[in-house]
């Protein structure tokens, strides 16, 4: 029996799925970085009901006191527990990220797919408007979009906030599925010859049928390496409008806001080095996890790599 | 030649395209510089101020100003009254120009040789470290970098000025900012080219026929490896050289990124599609020098396109 097991741990899983998945686990460094996102992610969960009545809770006489036992990371200029908004922010980051990969994910293996399909004029047109849309500075469609939709969204939804959220989304994710589209078009032309498609188109799928039971299965490896990429892409951009002034609305944080009141804090005189500190360590760790996860996803699923 | 004739004659129609589909944009939002809400004007008024600055007529506008453009003339600012549209971008470009020229030497100077270094000692010291390195890189705002710096080398050593522009003293921390995540980027690539590179042939044959490890590395195995870096040139010189609004609004200097956002945000039209226009230029032109620097570094390349 012996040799049996021996023989069998050698042999290769049978599935790709299951080879990557095994080369996924064996990478130390993306291991830990899931671990860490599970547990950071779970801490902001469960801390929620707490976080939700506190974020904003504003004890004046408590402005911008250093950490102490009873509040760990310290105090803003309005006197809120900066460890309460730092969790209830981190919430807000990892939905504006998510949401905005969702989105640009979708969108650009759509796109990508549809335009690699149909071939010809149709492909040509529309792979010229994403190079046209490559030209245009991002920030610029960010903020166009951002003071275009505000007003409408905002009667729609009647929440100000929740609006604010919702365009942001809307706006990182509609700018940032251009390379998804490339990418995905690009591996459509090359699997639409194979054989097996060939056999698919053969027995009477239409197109609609061969996309969805024979392509995207083997689309996998790609969309999932960057849809994990994406999320911290679009957490740094967000952080990047907040410091701007044009993130998300007051007095909802989320670790870019949190960073960027920390930056504002920073003077020659006295630093109220806190603030800017723990947002930073927030921020900083989780997008380093999440880009460990995504290199070794991408590692993972790289047919190269043996 | 007819080659490269033909794919300058090309820019024309993606120049015009981009310039459409920014004026669309523009034109799409609504609201103007004009109508305020905490001050009202007599809609006489309005009117009058909406037809000087042609905008009761959006196509005459859009012909007009395309004239202009063709005329390096980007008519006035809507907001800054008192000046043209040209002469803000005159002011403004060359100080992002020398900036970001000098951020992507930086890291080219810096990110290469790391990245080199780390293929070489794969999975070494070095090579986790400066792998980490540069994963934080791209992990961190360049906001809360940018403030990292400012504190250890202009309010600790007193090295640098703390912010400001008119010296050269001025230029290396917001240099170095801006560098950062590049310089992470590109260590990455080129370590990733060199792992691909080094398991080749031609890298064997030339150990094999006694040349020095340095000279094969850094002669024959960068000289393919560097082809990534090269193609990833083109848009981060577009980008840094066309500003970074957020090192410039940290540091204080006064370069074209704040105009991307501030025109935006101010819906100044002439400044808005002005800098749009200057960006996509810079960015198709990187693009096709890129473009042609490949066929001059890749020999493959010339033989495919005769």
């Given at each position: ?14 599935s ?57 990371c ?11 908004r ?24 759509l ?5 690699a ?42 929440h ?12 990182i ?10 990418v ?102 989780a ?5 460990f ?14 | ?49 909406e ?71 794969r ?12 994963l ?34 001025h ?17 990455r ?20 026929k ?8 850094w ?30 609004k ?26 749009v ?30």
């Amino acid at each position: 029996m012996p040799e049996v097991v021996a023989e069998r741990s050698v042999l290769p899983p049978a599935s790709p799925w299951r080879r990557s998945l095994l080369r996924f686990r064996r990478n130390r460094t993306a291991m830990a970085g899931l671990a860490f996102l599970a547990v950071l992610s779970a801490l902001m969960l469960a801390t929620l009901p707490w976080t939700l009545a506190g974020y904003d809770a504003q004890v004046l006489s408590l402005g911008r006191t250093p950490p102490s036992w009873s509040h760990w990371c310290g105090c803003d200029t309005l006197g809120r527990d900066l460890l309460q908004r730092c969790l209830f922010g981190g919430l807000i980051s990892f939905a504006v990220g998510l949401g905005a990969a969702l989105l640009s994910v979708t969108v650009g293996v759509l796109y990508g797919a549809v335009a690699a399909l149909a071939g010809g004029r149709v492909d040509n047109a529309m792979m010229r408007f994403v190079d046209i849309l490559y030209g245009l500075p991002y920030i610029l469609l960010v903020i166009l979009m951002k003071v275009a939709f505000e007003r409408p969204m905002t009667g729609l939804i009647g929440h100000k906030p929740a609006a604010n959220v919702v365009i942001l989304v809307a706006a990182i994710g509609s700018v940032s599925w251009l390379t998804m589209a490339r990418v995905i078009r690009g591996q459509v032309l090359s699997l639409r010859e194979m054989p097996f498609v060939e056999a698919a188109r053969a027995a009477g799928a239409g197109p609609l049928g061969i996309l969805g039971r024979h392509l995207l299965p083997n689309l996998v490896g790609p969309i999932v390496v960057y849809a994990t990429l994406a999320v911290p892409q679009a957490i740094l951009q967000e952080s990047f409008l907040s410091f701007l002034g044009i993130g998300v609305a007051r007095p909802v944080p989320t670790w870019g806001v949190l960073a960027a009141e920390g930056v504002a804090a920073i003077n020659t005189v006295v630093s109220f080095w806190w603030m800017l500190l723990f947002p930073c360590l927030f921020l900083g760790t989780a997008l380093l996890a999440l880009n460990f996860v995504g290199d070794g996803l991408r590692d993972a699923f790289d047919p190269k790599s043996s | 030649m007819r080659h490269l004739a033909g794919r300058v004659f090309l820019m024309i129609p993606v120049l015009w395209a981009i310039y459409t589909v920014t004026f669309l944009m523009v034109v799409a939002v609504p609201g103007n510089p004009f109508q305020q809400a905490d001050r009202q004007m007599p809609e006489a008024v309005q009117r009058a101020l909406e037809a000087r600055y042609d905008m009761d007529d959006n196509w005459a506008y859009y012909w007009q100003y395309l004239w202009g453009v063709l005329h390096l003339d980007f008519g006035p600012s809507f907001q800054y009254r008192d000046w043209t549209c040209t002469q803000i971008i005159a002011d403004a470009l060359p100080v992002s120009v020398l900036l970001g020229v000098s951020a992507v030497a930086l890291a080219v100077a810096v990110g290469v040789p790391v990245g080199v270094v780390s293929a070489v000692r794969r999975n070494g010291l070095f090579d986790i470290a400066g792998l980490t390195l540069a994963l934080i890189g791209v992990s961190l705002p360049t906001f809360v970098t940018g403030t990292a710096l400012l504190l250890l080398f202009a309010v600790g050593l007193g090295w640098a000025p703390v912010a400001g522009w008119g010296t050269l003293a001025h230029l290396p921390l917001p240099a170095v900012t801006l560098a950062l995540p590049f310089a992470a980027y590109i260590a990455r690539l080129t370590r990733l080219g060199m792992l691909d590179v080094l398991a080749g042939d031609y890298i064997r044959t030339a150990r094999a026929k006694g040349l020095s490890p340095a000279r094969v590395i850094w002669r024959h195995a960068l000289k393919n490896a560097f082809l990534p870096v090269l193609s990833f040139l083109g848009p981060a010189l577009a980008q840094a050289m066309t500003g970074s609004f957020v090192v410039e609004k940290l540091f204080n200097v006064p370069g074209l990124g704040q105009h991307f956002v501030n025109s935006v945000l101010n819906l100044d039209r002439g400044l808005i599609m002005g800098t749009v226009l200057v960006y996509s230029t810079l960015l198709v032109v990187m693009n096709l020098a890129v473009d042609l620097l490949y066929t001059a570094v890749d020999p493959r390349v010339r033989v495919a396109d005769a």
